[in-house]
Structures are given as structure tokens and as C-alpha cells.
T-cell receptor, first 116, second 114 residues
Framework: AQSVTQLGSHVSVSEGALVLLRCNYS??????LFWYVQYPNQGLQLLLK??????LVKGINGFEAEFKKSETSFHLTKPSAHMSDAAEYFC??????????????FGKGTKLSVIP | EAQVTQNPRYLITVTGKKLTVTCSQN?????MSWYRQDPGLGLRQIYY???????DKGDVPEGYKVSRKEKRNFPLILESPSPNQTSLYFC?????????????FGPGTRLTVL
């Protein structure tokens, strides 16, 4: 079965600093990987996704992630943090679970704080 | 506007009183699912449905029921709610023939069971 591990439930960065949110996955089949963002009191919004095309994926709001099969990782980065980036971020993996069905599994989330 | 709607948005109830949370999407999506979000646990899938009359258990189905009689609706039913079902619930939908398409999430339903 597939699973996702996000390292660090809370990450704090200074405004303008690099954002790095870590995600490692396990999957017995080639995975599709996603990063979602949840702003306070809102639902989830897709940031970016990896679907076996380019390994470096660019998303919205200046975020990007690199799929590294050898490391089973899909870390999320942004060169320069803005105050508006403060939110909770979820990594997710989707894989077929047999019989034509599939399942999306989320990590536990990383709450990003941006310090002025 | 493409959207997933959930009702109610907030609900406080008592143990054992049956309740239904509705979910509706206007994108003609085949795939719909329910998640619960709890602090420190992320989102966990409760049930999902690949199409009308096709439903499957997710990771935490105990205490929940679903039905999919129409393509647009996917209600979540708690026959006898208990306090451990106090949580934030999200419904989501996507196109089944391209599973890597974006999942659209509803705004969430915050349920408190006393």
C-alpha cells in the first residue's frame, strides 16, 4: 500500500528565505504525487502535481517540487517566502489499489509559519 | 462556476442522533470521496466512489455509510455518531478517466458530537 511521510509538522522561515517542505513516499507502483495547500479555515487547493512527465514540477505561487525516484522523495520548495505562504501543506500520493480503483493518501501535513 | 458544495458547514449534535452531510458537485465527475481531517493526522479517506452505485471503503470507514445514487451527489451518513467522530470533513471530486486530474475539494463541514 502507498504511504506518505512529511518530515516536520511545523516549519518556520523568515520572510524572503528559502522554503523547503519534505515529503517521502512509498508505493509499490509508479506514483502520482501532489502537493496541496490549506489556508486557515479553507478547503484544500492544488499547488502542483507529478504525473510521470518532467521530474521538476512547477506549481502556483512560485512553488516547485522535484520527483527523485532514487530517494523516493517529492520535496516542495520556494526560493523566497512571503507572509501569504503561511498555511498548512499536504503531500499526497495516488496509486491504483486494484480492480480498476485507486486511492489518494495524504501525509499528516506541515504547518508553515513565515516570520516577518 | 465549478464547485463542490457541502451542507451543513457546521453541525453540533449529540451521541446517537443520525445525521447526513450532503455533498454535491457540478462538474460531472465520476470519482467522489470523503475525508476527515484531524490535527496531527492529516486527511484520511473514509469512503470513495468511482461512479454511480460503486462505492469502496477508504482507510477509516468504521461508523460511516455513503451512497451514490446520482452522479452529482455523495452523501455521508453517520447512523449513530460518537464523540470520536468529531472532526472536519471534506468531500472531493475528480474525473475518473484521468485520475491525475485535480481533485476539487468542498469547503468542509465541522462536526462536533457531544
Amino acid at each position: 500500500a502507498q504511504s506518505v511521510t512529511q518530515l516536520g509538522s511545523h516549519v518556520s522561515v523568515s520572510e524572503g528565505a528559502l522554503v523547503l517542505l519534505r515529503c517521502n513516499y512509498s508505493s509499490s507502483v509508479p506514483p502520482y504525487l501532489f502537493w496541496y495547500v490549506q489556508y486557515p479555515n479553507q478547503g484544500l487547493q492544488l499547488l502542483l502535481k507529478y504525473t510521470s512527465a518532467a521530474t521538476l514540477v512547477k506549481g502556483i505561487n512560485g512553488f516547485e517540487a522535484e520527483f527523485k525516484k532514487s530517494e523516493t522523495s517529492f520535496h516542495l520548495t520556494k526560493p523566497s517566502a512571503h507572509m501569504s505562504d503561511a498555511a498548512e501543506y499536504f503531500c499526497a500520493v495516488i496509486a491504483y489499489s486494484g480492480a480498476g480503483s485507486y486511492q489518494l493518501t495524504f501525509g499528516k501535513g506541515t504547518k508553515l509559519s513565515v516570520i516577518p | 462556476e465549478a464547485q463542490v458544495t457541502q451542507n451543513p458547514r457546521y453541525l453540533i449534535t449529540v451521541t446517537g442522533k443520525k445525521l447526513t452531510v450532503t455533498c454535491s458537485q457540478n462538474m460531472n465527475h465520476e470519482y467522489m470521496s470523503w475525508y476527515r481531517q484531524d490535527p496531527g493526522l492529516g486527511l484520511r479517506q473514509i469512503y470513495y466512489s468511482m461512479n454511480v452505485e460503486v462505492t469502496d471503503k477508504g482507510d477509516v470507514p468504521e461508523g460511516y455509510k455513503v451512497s451514490r445514487k446520482e452522479k452529482r451527489n455523495f452523501p455521508l451518513i453517520l447512523e449513530s455518531p460518537s464523540p470520536n467522530q468529531t472532526s472536519l470533513y471534506f468531500c472531493a471530486s475528480t474525473s475518473a478517466d484521468r485520475i491525475t486530474d485535480t481533485q476539487y475539494f468542498g469547503p468542509g463541514t465541522r462536526l462536533t458530537v457531544l
